[in-house]
Nanobody, 123 residues
Framework: QVQLVESGGGLVQAGGSLRLSCAAS????????MGWFRQAPGKEREFVAV????????RYADSVKGRFTISRDNAKNLMYLQMNSLKPEDTAVYYC????????????????WGQGTQVTVSS
């Protein structure tokens, strides 16, 4: 049974940092590309970042480039999103996903999703 569990969300002031984690189980983690999405109130879910199965390929949404860093630890079946210089517009529920192809992960074209973790950035 595939499980993706996000953690690390919370309330932080603008300019602060948070590190999100995504714990994976029930599939061969090291063979899957992994991604982060977010959904703000009243908005559609949007792509944030993606990382290839080996960790060698990463891509970011323009809105987070230079502030967020995606990484993974295949030995621990964990993926991370280090978020620095947070802004109020980063407030959203953050979701991790998994797919066997990078583009599928980026498009959100997968059934493998976590339940989300809330990030709130106060001004």
């Amino acid at each position: 049974q595939v499980q993706l569990v996000e953690s690390g969300g919370g309330l932080v002031q603008a300019g602060g940092s948070l590190r999100l984690s995504c714990a994976a189980s029930g599939f061969t983690f090291s063979s899957y590309d992994m991604g982060w999405f977010r959904q703000a109130p009243g908005k559609e879910r949007e792509f944030v970042a993606v990382i290839g199965w080996s960790g060698g390929s990463t891509r970011y949404a323009d809105s987070v480039k230079g502030r967020f860093t995606i990484s993974r630890d295949n030995a621990k079946n964990l993926m991370y999103l280090q978020m620095n210089s947070l802004k109020p517009e980063d407030t959203a529920v953050y979701y991790c996903n998994a797919a066997p192809a990078l583009m599928s992960t980026m498009r959100g074209d997968t059934n493998y999703w976590g339940q989300g973790t809330q990030v709130t950035v106060s001004s």
